[in-house]
């Protein structure tokens, strides 16, 4: 159960879009459609954004997109805004009801 | 509404054991599955347990040392953990299945640390 691979770290200007990349291997990622993202600030919980690689839970905005590619996925945050400024994580089922988490990924809007 | 709110996190020395429990409220916890995530201090986050119906599932990382259950009728989730070690120092999050293979209500978290 390795973690997923991401960025430590991404930025981008108010009103820019940024792509937060998650890989993994055909185990996991690449293994079904089962990727999920969440939002994590400072002392807070960690939100749902993403399931199902591209699916929006309700409440969270449009601005927020995902996709998947072979073992990568990725989470796009259109319009960026200063209120997403907060740590994401990816992560993917893995079989065997078991699921694996990336690394995670800063983002800053300047 | 809707929320999850972990307890028993402490200071623990390595090979000691500790209970965490997670109540729940705001939703009909018997009919859903539950899991633990932990995350260590500056690190990510890092699935623990799984608990599907009567059926655990764990990471390899605690298979063997952690134990998960819960009691509908008192709408928590537990986790046992023995044979505690230093790397098990972490918060610990319960997080409700969100049927679609995500997490979808988390808890803030208990802090464990594994100390001598």
């Known amino acids: 159960q390795s973690a997923l691979t991401q960025p430590p770290s991404a930025s981008g200007s108010p009103g820019q879009s940024v792509a937060i990349s998650c890989t993994g291997t055909s185990s996991d990622v690449g293994g079904y459609n089962y990727v999920s993202w969440y939002q994590q600030s400072p002392d807070k919980a960690p939100k749902l954004m993403i399931y199902?690689?591209?699916k929006r839970p309700s409440g969270v905005p449009d601005r927020f997109s995902g996709s998947k590619s072979g073992s990568t996925a990725s989470l796009t945050v259109s319009g960026l805004q200063a209120e997403d400024e907060a740590d994401y994580y990816c992560?993917?089922?893995?079989?065997?009801?078991?699921?694996?988490f990336g690394g995670g990924t800063r983002l800053t809007v300047l | 509404q809707v929320q999850l709110v972990e307890s028993g996190g402490d200071v623990v020395q390595p090979g000691g054991s500790l209970r965490l429990s997670c109540a729940a409220s705001g939703f009909t916890f018997s009919a859903y599955n539950m899991h633990w995530v932990r995350q260590a201090p500056g690190k990510g986050l890092e699935w623990v347990a799984f608990?599907?119906?009567?059926?655990?599932y764990y990471a390899d990382s605690v298979k063997g040392r952690f134990t998960i259950s819960r009691d509908n009728s008192k709408n928590t989730l537990f986790l046992q953990m023995d044979s505690l070690r230093v790397e098990d120092t972490a918060v610990y999050h319960c997080a409700k299945d969100s049927a679609t293979f995500a997490f979808d209500i988390w808890g803030l978290g208990t802090m464990v640390t594994v100390s001598s």
């Open positions: 199902e690689v591209s």
């Open positions: 992560s993917s089922y893995a079989g065997d009801n078991k699921w694996v």
């Open positions: 608990m599907w119906s009567s059926a655990t």
